[in-house]
């Protein structure tokens, strides 16, 4: 069936450090995958985008990597910092079309240590 | 506004009772999206509204859910007779347009947390 999963849970790294955030996905016809940001009481937050023609994409400190091969979506962090801390959560969207509908994974938990 | 403005931020309810959460979109959003959020799990799709019109609906767990979007503008989401596993953090998004609907930047509100005891 569909689903939209993350590796871990919870990820501790340390500040400076590179954080590498991953996250499985099961539905071959998705076209499109979203990172969002949330922290404690807020709404998600637009991170980084990619489409599926595409393998890598790069923002500012931020680069999403897609693997279609063997549907893996990553997340990575560079230089990482106390304000990173939060929930992660990649999403995807089957087919792109005249819906919002996106699925949701179940977030890591990224802890940034001083 | 700024952003995706929800109220209220909180509601604690007792069970058998109906509930409307308010969703006040970016100024000039066409879409609007409701999501809800259980704890320590992603969003779930609810609804996907683009003007007046539900474009979407697939996501409404059964008929006791119902969302109106009745000016283009702000939404309402309506749960009747609520039940314990409602309770959950009701997250409402917005999006400029259609193109924009069509990628991943929407815009959340901070969330109304329902509480059915």
């Known amino acids: 069936g569909e689903s939209v999963g993350l590796h871990l849970p919870t990820l501790s790294v340390q500040e400076g450090d590179n954080s590498i955030i991953n996250c499985a996905y099961s539905?071959?016809?998705?076209?499109?995958f979203i990172w969002y940001k949330q922290e404690s009481g807020k709404g998600p937050q637009f991170i980084i985008d990619?489409?599926?023609?595409?393998d890598k994409r790069q923002g500012q400190r931020v680069t999403v990597l897609l693997n279609k091969t063997v549907k893996h979506l990553s997340l990575q962090i560079a230089a990482t910092q106390p304000g990173d801390s939060a929930v992660y959560f990649c999403?995807?969207?089957?087919?792109?079309?005249?819906?919002?509908?996106?699925?949701f994974g179940q977030g890591t938990t990224l802890q940034v240590k001083p | 506004g700024a952003g995706v403005s929800q109220t209220p931020s909180n509601k604690v309810t007792e069970k058998g009772k109906y509930v409307e959460l308010r969703c006040d979109p970016i100024?000039?959003?066409?879409?609007l999206y409701w999501y809800r959020q259980s704890l320590g799990q992603g969003p779930e799709f609810l609804i996907y509204?683009?003007?007046?019109?539900?474009?979407?609906d697939s996501g409404l767990p059964n008929d006791r859910f119902f969302a109106v979007r009745p000016e283009g503008s702000v939404s309402t989401l309506k749960i009747q007779r609520t039940e314990r596993g409602d309770s959950a953090v009701y997250l409402c998004?917005?999006?400029?347009?259609?193109?924009?609907?069509?990628?991943?930047?929407?815009?959340f509100g901070e969330g109304s947390r329902l509480t059915v005891l």
């Open positions: 998004a917005s999006s400029l347009t259609m193109d924009t609907a069509n990628t991943g930047e929407l815009f």
């Open positions: 539905n071959s016809a998705s076209d499109y």
């Open positions: 990619i489409r599926s023609n595409m």
């Open positions: 999403a995807e969207k089957i087919n792109s079309g005249n819906t919002g509908k996106l699925i």
């Open positions: 100024s000039g959003h066409t879409a």
């Open positions: 509204f683009q003007g007046t019109g539900a474009a979407d």
